[in-house]
Each structure stands twice: as structure tokens, then as C-alpha cells.
């Protein structure tokens, strides 16, 4: 199946006027942060409020830190409030290739972390109560090529052998009677597969760390950090500083170049989401009979959810570099959407909103202590819900010299890469060739 030969699109070249901003915002009462004076000596300065800064800033104010968390924007600006809300095990990475590369021992370690931050956020959210409509449908990944069942099967079989994970494969009939569509080649359903309302999670965690006192700066973006008398003076918007005796970036995908030694080792890749009006419910009975979400195969993947009251949430990468118009990615997602559920020409969108994915160059996270002695914690690939939150504990446990910080993550070199202004200028390239393997390999 190409790419690049697409149904017809039903809606021609104009759309109906939509929102850009993501349809999460509007389920959440924004919560009111007082941004306090900044003192000129601090324990922490943490940068950015995503879930990493959050739970980092958590852990570190319990052991009794002066912690401070400056976000260059609102509050979970970020992607920590704009992504689909898929909870899972495991990274970017398959689990294939992460036996194929690094072998059998090292992959079970490193699996083994993916599993244990599945495992804390279901506890973390049902310990503190957070109201973010967790559960667990199972999460079904559909083959876009018939060769991609193969390795869905041997996926299967790592999943069950080493980590005792339920899993059913489907070939092409089992899979269209989950959902009326013929455009994939069957699937694998992944019972731990869970789901959650990310701005609901998000207000859940930032409730903890304000009755925890944590500090917050709103936009105050850090420029600059430089050690000082073996601290750190950090530079922030407003012409102001302060003196940290340790600093953590959490910044992910929106890491500027005021952190030159973090952007050479990542890339930034938009993803943009929209969400539909209601369907309805006759033709949502007819389209899909499965609650789990979905998402396939592809290097452009498309990942989709139906929401309880009948919205759709479709996802997809429809360009590799930032700046693109937003009601041309829109479009290229109805697209998308009608080229997996043909029945779905009238449907009207509601949201079309963007966030930044931050890759690294080997599709797994990283965080530990760049040689100036600052810290980092970033690089989920996409599967950063439960990963940010788990590494966000595991990074301030690490920054504290304890023992829970530790894990195999710390092993692996966090590898430069060749670009060093973002977005490279060999995106677009990078992008068709993607496509190209889509549409051929
Ligand atoms: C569209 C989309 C869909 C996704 N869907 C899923 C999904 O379904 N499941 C999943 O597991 N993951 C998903 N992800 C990934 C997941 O959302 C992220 O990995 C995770 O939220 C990262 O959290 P974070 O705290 O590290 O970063 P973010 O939440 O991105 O926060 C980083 C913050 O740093 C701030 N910042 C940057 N520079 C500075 C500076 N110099 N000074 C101060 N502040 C600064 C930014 O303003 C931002 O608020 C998705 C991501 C996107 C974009």
C-alpha cells in the first residue's frame, strides 16, 4: 500500500474552521501558581514543568531541597499536555531490536525498566488518587506491511518468554473484526496497553508538588547556565540569575540551543493530533468493536483512540520539520483518516493541535550527568507518559547519590550526532526517506 496513493480526499482543499490548541486544555481548570521571587542562592533548578521536571522536583523537595522549577512558558506547556495518552511497556525501539542489538541479558535489564515504569504509574496513579480516566483497554499494533506480522510475531514471543506479558496476535481477518478497515495486515494486541486523560494526569502530578512546595517560575526561560565556584549560575529571561548548587534539564523536545551539549544529541520531531466532532453512534458500532487503542507499523505512523464520548483522536507525523502550516498537516490527517475508515467522509474536526517529539539516535532515553556536572533527563521517542515520570524519580535519585537511581539506562553512551543546529537541515531528506520505506519496503 503507498503513501503516496491515497483515496480521494472527500473534503477538497478547504476545511471547516477548527481549534489549535489541544482538546485536553478544555477538560482541565488551569490551576493558579503563585511565581514567587527568585532567591540568588537555590538547592535545584529544575528546567521545565513537564512530567519529568514534576515528578523530579517531587522526589527532591521530600528530601528536604530548596527546589525551584522554571518553565520558559505556562505550566505543561509541553508535550506532557498535548499527547495522546497511550500508557505501555517498552520504548521506541522494538523489543526485537533491542535483543538483536544489544543481546539477550542487556535487553531483559533494559525492557525490565520500560515495565517498571508501566507498573509505577498505575500505582502512583491509584496511591494519590488521581482522577486522569486510567485504564486498561490493551493497546492493539497494527502491521502496516504483511512482513511487519512477522515481527509482531516474534515480538509476541520475546514479550511472553522473558516478561510473562499477555499478548494475541491477529492476522488480517481478526483484526478488520476489530475495526472496519482493510488497510492493515493484522496486529498484536497488547494487554497492558493502557490509556489516560494527559492533562488530567498532568494537574494530578503538579497538585502533588505544589502541597509538596515545590517553586514555580513561569515564563522564565533559562539562557544560559555557567559554573561558578563549583555551582551553577543560571541565566534567565528578564535579565535575571540565580546561583544552583545543582541543575536539571527536563526539557525534551523543546531543549533550545541555551543547552548546546543536550541538542547535538537529540531530534526534535513535530507529531500533530486532531480530534473530530462526536460520531455518530451507529456508525461508531459499525467502525470499531474494540475499546484499545491503536497504532501501527509505520516510520509515519498513525496512532488513533476513540474517546468515550464518540470522538476520534488521530495522530500522525505529516512532516519532519517545524513551521509547517497547520491546517496542511490537518489535512493530510483526514486524509489519513479516511484512508483507514473510509466511512468517515463527513466527519468534522473539532482540535488540530502540534507537540515536539524528541528523538535520540538510539531510540531510547537517556538522563545521567553531562561532564559539566549538570544533569539531564530526556529523549522518550514518543513513549515518554509513563518514562518521563518514572526517569523524572529515577534522575533526582540520582542526582541525590542514591542507590534507586541507578539502572542499565546509565550504561548506554548518549550518542552525538553529526547536526548540531536544530532542525537539521537534513530533515526533509531523513523525511522522504521514511516514506519512501513506508510506501515500499
Ligand atoms: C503529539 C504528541 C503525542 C504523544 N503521545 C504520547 C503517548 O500517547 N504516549 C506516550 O507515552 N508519550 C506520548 N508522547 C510523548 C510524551 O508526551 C513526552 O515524552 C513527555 O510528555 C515528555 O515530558 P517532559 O516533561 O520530558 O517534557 P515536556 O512535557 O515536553 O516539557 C518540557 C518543558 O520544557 C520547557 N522548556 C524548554 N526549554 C526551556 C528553557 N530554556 N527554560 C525553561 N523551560 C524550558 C518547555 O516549555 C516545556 O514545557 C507524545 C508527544 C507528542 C508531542
Redesign the pocket.
Known amino acids: 500500500m503507498s503513501v503516496f496513493i491515497r483515496r480521494e480526499n472527500p473534503f477538497g482543499t478547504t476545511i471547516l474552521p477548527f481549534k489549535t490548541t489541544p482538546y485536553w486544555w478544555e477538560t482541565v481548570e488551569p490551576l493558579k501558581v503563585e511565581n514567587k521571587e527568585i532567591p540568588t542562592q537555590i538547592d535545584v533548578a529544575i528546567?521545565?514543568?513537564?512530567?519529568?521536571?514534576?515528578w523530579a522536583s517531587i522526589i527532591l523537595k521530600e528530601k528536604g531541597l530548596n527546589v525551584h522549577v522554571?518553565?520558559?512558558?505556562?505550566?505543561?506547556?509541553?508535550?506532557?499536555?498535548?499527547?495522546?495518552?497511550?500508557?505501555?511497556s517498552g520504548y521506541k525501539l522494538g523489543v526485537s531490536k533491542l535483543f538483536k542489538i544489544y543481546g539477550k541479558d542487556k535487553a531483559v535489564e533494559l525492557y525490565n525498566i520500560s515495565l517498571k515504569a508501566r507498573k509505577d504509574i498505575e500505582e502512583t496513579i491509584r496511591k494519590e488518587n488521581i482522577d486522569c480516566g486510567f485504564v486498561v483497554p490493551g493497546h492493539l499494533v497494527a502491521a502496516w506491511k504483511p512482513r511487519h506480522l512477522a515481527n509482531l510475531e516474534r515480538t509476541a514471543e520475546l514479550l511472553e518468554k522473558y516478561f510473562s506479558l499477555k499478548t494475541r496476535l491477529l492476522d488480517k481477518a481478526s483484526l478488520s473484526a476489530c475495526m472496519e478497515t482493510d488497510l492493515y495486515h493484522g496486529g498484536l494486541f497488547l494487554a497492558d496497553g493502557a490509556l489516560l486523560n494527559?492533562a488530567h494526569y498532568y494537574q494530578g502530578v503538579l497538585t502533588l508538588a505544589i502541597n509538596k512546595g515545590v517553586n514555580f517560575h513561569l515564563q522564565?526561560?533559562?539562557?544560559q547556565i555557567e559554573q561558578k565556584r563549583g555551582k551553577f549560575e543560571v541565566t534567565?529571561?528578564g535579565k535575571k540569575r540565580t546561583l544552583a548548587s545543582e541543575v536539571l534539564i527536563?526539557?525534551?523536545?523543546?531543549?533550545?540551543s541555551?543547552?548546546p551539549e543536550i541538542q547535538r544529541r537529540i531530534i526534535p520531531l513535530?507529531?500533530?493530533?486532531v480530534l473530530t466532532e462526536p460520531i455518530d453512534q451507529h456508525l461508531l458500532e459499525r467502525l470499531i468493536h474494540t475499546k484499545s487503542?491503536v497504532y501501527d507499523t509505520k516510520n509515519f505512523l498513525y496512532?488513533f483512540r476513540f474517546l468515550d464520548d464518540g470522538k476520534l483522536l488521530f495522530?500522525g507525523r505529516t512532516h519532519l520539520s517545524f513551521g509547517s502550516s497547520i491546517t496542511e498537516a490537518a489535512k493530510e490527517l483526514l486524509r489519513s483518516i479516511y484512508m483507514v475508515f473510509p466511512a468517515l467522509k463527513e466527519i468534522k474536526i473539532r482540535n488540530v493541535?502540534?507537540?515536539?517529539?524528541?528523538f535520540t539516535l538510539d531510540q531510547l532515553p537517556h538522563y545521567g550527568r553531562l561532564t559539566n556536572g549538570i544533569h539531564y533527563?530526556?529523549g522518550?521517542?514518543?513513549?515518554?507518559?509513563?518514562?518521563?515520570s518514572y526517569l523524572?524519580k529515577l534522575t533526582a535519585y540520582y542526582l541525590l547519590n542514591d542507590p534507586r537511581g541507578q539502572s542499565s539506562l546509565l550504561t548506554l553512551p548518549f550518542k552525538k550526532g553529526f547536526f548540531y543546529k536544530t532542525p537539521p537541515w537534513s530533515l526533509p531528506l531523513i523525511g522522504l526517506w521514511y516514506r519512501l520505506k513506508d510506501a515500499l519496503f
Request: proline share 3%.
Open positions: 528546567i521545565g514543568s513537564g512530567y519529568t521536571g514534576l522554571f518553565e520558559a512558558k505556562e505550566l505543561g506547556y509541553g508535550a506532557s499536555t498535548r499527547n495522546a495518552g497511550f500508557v505501555g494527559p522564565t526561560e533559562v539562557q534567565l529571561s527536563a526539557t525534551n523536545g523543546y531543549t533550545s541555551s543547552f513535530p507529531s500533530t493530533i487503542a496512532y495522530g493541535w502540534e507537540g515536539k517529539v524528541c533527563c530526556l522518550y521517542c514518543g513513549h515518554g507518559v509513563a518514562l518521563a523524572g
